[in-house]
């Protein structure tokens, strides 16, 4: 039995395909593929293109097509709507997402000949990015895969993150190959931010290159480059995508929070209340706080349904307590707790709004389980999220798993080293690693933290905990004194309201450390 497949003729009996003269053979798993693609053409897209990659021969050996056969099955089979899939070839052979869309500058005349269009799209209500395909520097045609799956990786990662508008694959990739310049593609997309970069190979190195550009501008945002060895190259790949991710989601959040900054207060809408919400909490003072509830509950008022605005508001309080800023705080955590419920309720499909919901109904109010649920839940979404993994770290030191926190909290590091909250995560590690024992580790850790911000109250504590049970009792008494200079109200009957530790052995370790460090009773 013969199909007509694009150009190319697929005998099912021979297990072959044809073009012309031109005869291959197909392994059993991409012949299946094919076959099952042929009986649904109707709604497939990009037949021609799959058709390619399996005769250059790039996919004929995968042995993980299986179930990306039962993906398209599913797909195909359980859509209720027009949806088509997409042939991307990644690491792993396909992925199938999406529609396909036509690139906006071209249309078709009535002759079906594409004519250019100068209409500029307008910029959404969010921040905008397209990731541009990556060139290929290495001069070998076969890492063309390795750069375009790389792409597909960053462009799926950033979909993920609810506040970012993210041009689909199949328009960024018209670009591949050509030319361009940055300003237009940002008005043909209609973004305000645009992703390029490069790959280049030699011997059996991999350099991967990415910077980020706002297209008004021109203006460079962010530039890194990533090295590894062609022997790991899929581990390479995920490395790269993870990184550059965690890397740029972080500058383009304080990219618009600059951009919020300058518009006047009567124009701002509930996006903009929340960024400058953020731009307040970032600077980590009392009052920088209260400022920041206070724009985070204005951008609930425009917007009732603002799930990450309940999560970051709910998070203010979790700060002041960690901080010891807390006035009444019977009041204060119970309007922590209604926000976090909010949060988590409302953004069942937001990782922001999951990561902060779910951490603050853990710290605040003991409700350990359904925080690390609801961290789980946010990694699931988004899994280059920082603050989940580093929030979520925090989670697994209080219920009794230092080195899984720890863990989590090095992933966090790797993701955004130049992350504002990166002392925070640092005391973190220093924490578990006390709890563990490993007093030396600690304090080499907290002092890390404690340079960064000498009024932290948490990096106090676990400088002045570690420092005394390592047996430094001179520089653990100095902590102390900064401990009592921050919250003069701290003492060893509080403790149990301000760490959730699970365990009784955690916190005797916790207690016993600041008992011999001079806090009092």
């Not at 962010?222 to 995920?238: H, K, Y």
């Not at 900054?261 to 970032?282: I, V």
């Not at 600041?514 to 009773?521: C, F, I, S, T, V």
Request: hydrophobic letters at 40%; charged letters at 25%; aromatic letters at 8%.
């Amino acid at each position: 039995m013969q199909f007509m497949f694009g150009d190319h003729l697929l005998d099912i009996d021979r297990r072959e395909l044809k073009r012309g003269s031109e005869l291959i053979s197909i392994g059993p798993q991409v012949f299946d593929l094919l076959v099952y693609l042929v009986r649904h053409r109707e709604r497939v897209v990009s037949k021609d293109d799959l058709i390619e990659e399996v005769w250059a021969g790039r996919i004929v050996s995968e042995s993980t097509l299986t179930s990306h056969i039962n993906a398209v099955r599913k797909a195909v089979g359980d859509s209720g709507d027009e949806q088509h899939l997409i042939r991307t070839v990644a690491r792993k052979g396909f992925r199938f997402v999406g529609e396909i869309k036509e690139h906006p500058d071209q249309a078709r005349d009535a002759a079906g000949q594409t004519v250019e269009q100068t209409t500029t799209l307008a910029l959404p209500n969010r921040p905008s990015i397209a990731v541009l395909p990556f060139q290929n520097l290495s001069g070998d045609p076969e890492q063309e895969y390795f750069a375009d799956g790389i792409v597909e990786d960053i462009i799926m990662a950033l979909s993920r993150l609810r506040w970012l508008f993210v041009i689909a694959r199949n328009s960024s990739f018209t670009y591949k190959g050509r030319a361009v310049d940055v300003k237009q593609v940002g008005r043909d997309l209609g973004v305000r931010y645009v992703l390029e970069g490069s790959v280049r190979k030699s011997g059996n190195r991999v350099r991967i290159a990415g910077q980020l550009i706002d297209s008004s501008s021109g203006a460079n945002l962010w530039a890194d480059r990533f090295d590894g060895s062609i022997e790991d190259i899929f581990d390479l790949q995920d490395q790269v995508a993870a990184s550059v991710v965690g890397a740029i989601a972080r500058r383009l959040e304080q990219a618009e929070i600059e951009r919020a900054k300058r518009k006047p207060t009567e124009s701002l809408d509930a996006y903009d209340y929340f960024l400058r919400g953020m731009a307040s909490f970032y600077r980590r003072t009392n009052e920088a706080n209260s400022e920041a509830l206070r724009q985070f509950r204005k951008a609930t008022e425009f917007d009732a349904d603002f799930a990450s605005a309940y999560g970051m508001a709910a998070w203010c309080y979790v700060w002041r307590k960690l901080n010891g800023w807390t006035t009444d705080n019977a009041r204060e955590t119970a309007e922590a707790v209604g926000l976090a419920r909010l949060a988590v309720d409302l953004g069942s499909d937001d990782a922001v709004a999951l990561t902060r919901g779910g951490h603050a109904l853990a710290f605040l109010v003991g409700e350990l389980d359904l925080g690390i649920d609801a961290l789980d839940r946010a990694l699931v979404l988004n899994s280059n999220q920082a603050t989940a993994w580093y929030l979520s770290g925090w989670l697994q030191i209080f219920v009794g798993k230092p080195d899984a926190g720890i863990e989590r909290l090095t992933r966090a590091m790797r993701l955004s080293p130049l992350d504002p909250a990166l002392y925070n995560m640092q005391t973190g590690t220093a924490l578990a690693h006390l709890l563990a024992g490993r007093y030396d580790e600690a304090s080499s850790w907290v002092q890390q933290a404690f340079r960064n911000d000498v009024n932290y109250l948490q990096a106090a504590a676990v400088t002045a905990a570690s420092h005394a049970l390592g047996g430094r009792t001179q520089e653990a008494r100095r902590a102390m004194e900064r401990v009592r200079h921050i919250d003069p109200a701290l003492s060893i009957s509080s403790l149990k309201d301000w760490f959730p530790l699970r365990r009784t052995e955690d916190f005797a370790t916790w207690a016993d450390g600041l008992r011999k460090a001079g806090l009092p009773e």
